[in-house]
């Protein structure tokens, strides 16, 4: 089982760049899928990126190009460098890990707590 903590969410203005982070402790992280998602108020929760086992990624079309998720096994972390902010981007973003590859919020098990990012024009 493992545990998540985000950080590296705050407010900045359109078009600027931030990182966000997502620690994991407990144990056996490199056997979990690794994604994020973000939630703004009123909104579903969205699929952001995700990043297989071995290193694949997969972003979502509204950040692709834009985003960028990586993972550290040997550090047990997974960052989100985020550029070219957008007022669109303002939402919750949450950590997350899953035994299986999913697009889908519903098929990952274990979710940090949230960090929040704010995108001002």
């Known amino acids: 089982q493992v545990q998540l903590v985000e950080s590296g969410g705050g407010s900045v203005q359109a078009g600027a760049s931030l990182r966000l982070s997502c620690a994991a402790s407990?144990?056996?992280?490199?056997?979990?899928?690794m994604a994020w998602f973000r939630q703004a108020p009123g909104k579903d929760r969205e699929f952001v990126a995700r990043?297989?086992?071995?290193?694949?990624?997969f972003h979502a079309a509204a950040v692709r190009g834009r985003f960028s998720m990586s993972r550290d096994n040997a550090k047990s972390t997974v960052d989100l460098e985020m550029s070219s902010l957008k007022p669109e981007d303002t939402a919750v973003y949450y950590c997350?890990?899953?035994?299986?590859?999913?697009?889908?919020?519903?098929?990952?098990?274990?979710w940090g707590q949230g960090t929040q990012v704010t995108v001002s024009s």
């Open positions: 407990g144990s056996l992280f490199s056997h979990y899928y």
């Open positions: 990043v297989t086992t071995f290193g694949e990624r």
């Open positions: 997350a890990a899953a035994t299986v590859q999913s697009l889908s919020p519903g098929a990952y098990s274990v």
